[in-house]
Nanobody, 122 residues
Framework: VQLQASGGGSVQTGGSLRLSCAAS????????MGWYRQRPGNERELVAS???????QYADSVKGRFTVSRDRAKNTVYLEMNSLKPEDTAVYYCNMDVLMERGGRWGNFVHWGQGTQVTVSS
């Protein structure tokens, strides 16, 4: 299973960006999809997640500004980011909990995308 993220870039304060992350490969289902970010000098943190039943959760710092969504048919998760602030500058990683066979056994395995840079200038 591979995750391919796209959509990062550079914007000014108040701008918007939309991140996408598509899963490819052999698997039965994707449970939770999410976005994490790692700001310079900080640990990776959860930004938003969405379950297979479309229940979304957000970090307090992005509530009301970011929206996570998923397209089940395309195995893709999106992150719509509005009213961006300089403190949103980070590398953003997608994350998926995938039900698949590995080594002859079925189970849920976490996969990460390659990371996409988001830079917000003041």
């Amino acid at each position: 299973v591979q995750l391919q993220a796209s959509g990062g870039g550079s914007v000014q304060t108040g701008g918007s960006l939309r991140l996408s992350c598509a899963a490819s490969g052999s698997f039965a289902n994707i449970n939770v999809m999410g976005w994490y970010r790692q700001r310079p000098g900080n640990e990776r943190e959860l930004v938003a997640s969405i379950t297979v039943t479309n229940i979304a959760q957000y970090a307090d710092s992005v509530k009301g500004r970011f929206t996570v969504s998923r397209d089940r048919a395309k195995n893709t998760v999106y992150l719509e980011m509005n009213s961006l602030k300089p403190e949103d500058t980070a590398v953003y990683y997608c994350n998926m909990d995938v039900l698949m066979e590995r080594g002859g056994r079925w189970g849920n395995f976490v996969h990460w995308g390659q990371g996409t840079q988001v830079t917000v200038s003041s």
